[in-house]
């Protein structure tokens, strides 16, 4: 007994000699780096991050959700290769999973969004910048310039300001536009933190990015006053025609979440569509978006590619994601989780982490590629379907 104990013992020096049972070597999972986020931010970081919309129903619903759909396997087929290299919004990349656009990751790192694009780069997956980011869009072109970058855009009343973004991207090399549509005018005043209390964001944070824009025509207001100002509702489906007219750069709109608005957009010529409900920080109390995406992929038709958010956390979430036919995902919360960690290591690993489950889980289904993923029929269903038939 006590020579087993001096052994573990031992061992457990020479592990830690080795750094095997460091804090980093625990962090094997999304979940992992979500506590160690929890422990590293102060509390309205975490806060500002981790905030949904009044009563947290959508942003809690994202993923429980993924627990209702279920696997149907088909083993004994050769599994030795997988290759799910695929293409989004226009660009290849290795693995279906990219960044969704979140705002402000300085607050995360010092080196803020540079540190993201970094790890995308090093990885070669696509970030969606967001409008709010601390970083400019020239600065991030400067410094990564050869991460595949989107440009997120939120249209308002205020065109000259919308079409300075658009050039800005353009000059500095972004392959696109995902323009938000699911936040007509301002909400930050009611989000919640995870316990009820309301959460009030701090408003002397700053995006220099989106004031390099707001300042052309407002040189004297916060881009804060000047945005929630011209975010007053009054966009409506013409405001997509006329940022296809100015641009010749793909645009996708993310904010879909029901057939109706994904055939609209579709008529609307839009380039890309993402399911997403701004991951329960809106409008709350809507479905999930992996209950929602079937709907959608069926209006649509493949008429445009249909891209996924909300509530990804694990590879088997990106794989039931793409088997209901998303062409790719995008990650937020565990992106920021990552770069709060470990900064660009952070990202690199998480993404690391969903691709690699993504693969095992495409293994153990039995399928090799995207295509046998999405084709298989009924690999992937939703329980209440599989018991109605029981
Ligand atoms: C802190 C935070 C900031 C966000 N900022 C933006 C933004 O600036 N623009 C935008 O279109 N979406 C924004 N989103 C929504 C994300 O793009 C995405 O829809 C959502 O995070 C996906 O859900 P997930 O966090 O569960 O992956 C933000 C989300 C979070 C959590």
Redesign the pocket.
Known sequence: MCVLFLHAYNFSLLAKSLNLLSMDNLLLSVSDYEGEARKKLSQHDWG??AAGAVGGETIKE?CEAFKRWRFRPRNLKNVSRVNCATEVIGSKVPFPICI????FHRLCAPEGEFCTARAAESIGVGM?V???SNKTMEEIATEVPNCIKWC?L?LTKNRIVTEHFVRRAEQNGFKGF?V?IDEPVFRNRDHRYEDGRPFNFDTSIRSRNIEQSTKIVEPDQSAFAAFQSWMNGSVEWDSIDWLKEITDLPVVV?GILTAEMAIKAVEHKVDGIIV?N??G?ILDSTFATIDVLPEVVKAVNGRVDVYF????RKGTDVAKAIALRAKAV?????I?WGLACRGEEGVRNVLEILKNEFIFTMQFLGVSTIEELQTTPDIVVHETRYFSKL
């Open positions: 500002y991050f994202n969704a656009p979140t705002a969606a967001s409008l709010w997120q939120q995902i938000t993310k997403s701004h991951g920080r958010d909300g509530g990804i995008f990650v937020g919360r565990p920021i």
